[in-house]
């Protein structure tokens, strides 16, 4: 297991599972086994010079402390959820009759603890920023074909701020306070609200919000669970309106969950705008499929929305068709994540009477910037391929002259970093695997005369780390990125058999991390009846050799 920081990445500790090298569902029978036999390699009576039993003696400890976790049902079901960090929490008196369920269950009350502790002192800060943009001129232009010196009119027509901060009171309060600020055609507005929300328990809870700006307004919302699949929340409200008096409003909302991945909302909404609206959502790994009907006053619409979720490129495309009292548009196009916190997305929407509309949206944590830019008053089909072309154009071309290389720099210097700051640690590992390596030699001999008699199975070469194809075994042991790791492999050989489980092998006895926070891989060269067989699997991929698919032709 790792240990996770909220730092730099450090060297992963030793999971215990590589170093008795066992599957994470190992019996008792299996992890003993291998147990003794990493105590006939590591046991300091084992071996005769001072300089090995000191050696020996720190290696061995390594492996009596991973045997004593995973031999203790309890100590292992902590380990397998939470890593050495469960095991080495400010845990109280725990009675020995406790199963792993409820050592669990106190691990988490003390964690929980832990972060009430720290709920004083968090926020949660949200922002969207709108700037929207009239570039109408760029289309709808009447000029004459002898002005040559027409240059078009773009303008920024109207923008918006909005901000708000959570502050927790206590671990069931929450007070948050936003505002609004906003301007179009030289008139601005702006707004602010104050709301609370209060947790009654794991079912209920309700918030009271007041608001000030346009004319005060009121409002207190509550939700509760009805069942595990069924919710409902109601929302009552008091505005002014122009002429002073006071407008009372009503919103209710039913959620149903219809399956796994589908949920159903009925809204009504009573008061100044009333409606009933009914919504279906079905969300899936790999698609989002959205429909909604609303009956009112002044807006009744019909909207279906689908979503295609590309995981493997961190991308998604959108494409929304809405038809309405008030006219008919088409919507589409996509989001892409362009780094760890960063969103970019762009989308062209196509109707009446609201003509063509480019939406550029770009996301970084918490913060959301908008750029609607009005290209078309009219549907135009210049407007459309523009604003259609134009985007994907310019992402691809910011992306391979500015991301990509900014992105490469940047991860290269978080590497030089993190191997900085773990180079005293993976000196360390580096003596530790050499040792180990050291200590194993006559094991390993005697191993490789057994396998040489039966014709078994012979380690010749063996590398892991950052590999590099095609290229000759010198120089992959020239990069200091890969290290050599023939000797540890043989060693782990028994009855003509290498099994590997799906850990990390930085873990197991003579391997270290040569680097750091980067995709690792093992290269095996291995002979077994008389033939030479390769294979390369990826750091977190099992292992079982000899096989048959494994045969180098002409070999």
Not at 122 to 136: E, F, K, M, Q
Not at 273 to 301: C, E, W, Y
Request: proline share 4%; glycine share 6%.
């Amino acid at each position: 297991m790792a240990a996770s920081t909220g730092g730099d990445e450090v060297i992963s500790e030793d999971d215990f599972y590589a170093v008795l090298n066992v599957r994470k569902e190992a019996s008792e029978d299996e992890l003993k086994a291998s147990y003794r036999r990493l105590c006939m390699l590591y046991h300091p009576d084992k071996h005769e010079s001072q300089e090995n039993k000191t050696s020996a003696k720190a290696i061995f400890t390594k492996v009596q402390d991973a045997y004593t976790v995973l031999s203790d049902p309890e100590k292992r079901a902590i380990y397998d959820v939470y890593g050495r960090k469960g095991l080495e929490a400010d845990w109280q008196v725990v009675p020995r009759t406790r199963t792993p369920q409820e050592i669990i269950e106190e691990y988490e009350r003390l964690q929980k603890e832990q972060a009430e502790r720290k709920l004083q002192q968090s926020t949660n800060p949200h922002g969207t920023i709108t700037v929207g943009v009239d570039a109408t001129e760029l289309f709808d232009s009447y000029h004459y074909e002898e002005d040559e010196d027409f240059v078009p009119h773009i303008e920024i027509k109207n923008m918006s701020i909005q901000q708000s901060v959570d502050a927790p009171l206590t671990t069931t309060h929450t007070a948050t306070f936003s505002g609004t600020l906003s301007t179009q055609n030289g008139t601005g507005s702006g707004g602010i609200t104050a709301s609370c929300r209060s947790i009654y328990n794991h079912k209920t809870w309700g918030e009271c919000s007041l608001s000030a700006g346009n004319g005060p307004v009121l409002a207190l919302k509550v939700f509760h669970n009805i069942s595990r699949r069924s919710f409902i929340t109601c929302t009552g409200i008091c505005q002014t309106v122009d002429n002073g008096y006071i407008a009372p409003g009503l919103v209710t909302v039913v959620s149903r969950q219809l399956d796994k991945q589908t949920v159903g909302y009925l809204t009504w909404q009573w008061g100044l705008q009333s409606s009933m609206k009914a919504t279906i959502v079905r969300d899936t790994n790999n698609n989002r499929f959205t429909a909604h009907l609303q009956l009112g006053l002044p807006n009744t619409f019909l909207l279906a929305s689908y979503t295609q979720k590309f995981q493997q490129y961190e991308a998604k495309c959108t494409g929304t068709i809405k038809a309405s009292v008030f006219g008919t548009y088409l919507e589409y196009g996509g989001m892409k994540k362009i780094s760890t916190h960063s969103h970019l997305g762009a989308t062209i929407a196509v109707g009446v009477p609201m003509g063509v509309t480019l939406k550029i949206k770009f996301i970084r944590a918490n913060q959301v910037f908008l750029f609607p830019i009005h290209l078309s008053s009219e549907i135009c089909p210049q407007a459309i391929l523009y604003g259609t072309l134009a985007p994907v154009a310019i992402y691809f071309m910011v992306k391979a002259v500015i991301i990509t290389p900014f992105l490469k720099k940047e991860k290269e210097s978080e590497l030089e970093k993190q191997r900085e700051a773990n180079k005293a640690e993976r000196e360390r590992k580096k003596t530790e695997a050499e040792t180990e390596i050291r200590l194993m030699q006559d094991v390993v001999q005697r191993n490789r005369e057994t396998e040489v008699g039966r014709e078994g199975l012979l380690i010749e070469e063996a590398w892991y780390g950052k590999l590099v194809t095609e290229v000759s075994s010198e120089d992959e042991t020239r990069d200091n990125r890969v290290i050599n790791v023939a000797v540890p492999l043989q060693c782990q050989v028994k009855d003509s058999k290498l099994l590997l489980t799906d850990a990390s092998k930085s873990s197991l006895p003579g391997f270290y991390d040569p680097c750091i926070g980067e995709d690792k891989s093992l290269k095996v060269r291995y002979t077994f009846r008389g033939q030479l067989h390769e294979c390369t699997i990826e750091d977190n991929e099992p292992l079982r050799i000899p096989r048959q698919s494994h045969v180098i032709e002409g070999s």
